[in-house]
C-alpha cells in the first residue's frame, strides 16, 4: 500500500470553505485503478491546517493517477478558483510505503 498526504494551510476563517469543497469534490480520483481511500484531515489545535490523505494500492498506481488527464483538469481548475488567496495555496506532499499494518 502506499499513502500520499498533502498538508496545507489556509486562513481560519477560510477553513470551513475549503472543506466544503472536498466533501464536494468531483471524486474522479474514487474511479482510478488502484485508489483505495480518500479522507480530509483538519488539524484539532490549527482549523486552517488541512491534509488530504489518500491511500493507493501502490505507488505504480498513484504515479499512473498523478500522469493522468483527469489529475491535470482537477488541479488546472485549482488554478482558478475565485478566491485567489486559496488559489495560491501550495501543499505539502509526503509519501509513504506502508511496510507494516
Do not use: C
Request: charged share 30%; aromatic share 12%.
Amino acid at each position: 500500500m502506499y499513502i500520499v498526504h498533502s498538508t496545507f494551510k489556509v486562513p481560519p476563517e477560510k477553513a470551513q470553505e475549503v472543506i466544503s469543497i472536498y466533501q464536494n469534490r468531483s471524486r474522479k480520483v474514487d474511479k482510478a485503478e488502484g485508489f483505495l481511500r480518500f479522507l480530509l484531515f483538519q488539524n484539532d489545535k490549527k482549523q486552517g491546517e488541512l491534509t488530504v490523505h489518500m491511500e493507493w494500492e501502490s505507488k505504480e498506481h498513484y504515479l499512473k493517477w498523478v500522469t493522468s488527464s483527469e489529475f491535470k483538469e482537477i488541479h488546472d481548475l485549482e488554478k482558478k478558483y475565485p478566491d485567489q488567496e486559496l488559489a495560491v495555496v501550495i501543499p505539502t506532499v509526503e509519501k509513504f510505503k506502508v511496510v507494516a499494518l
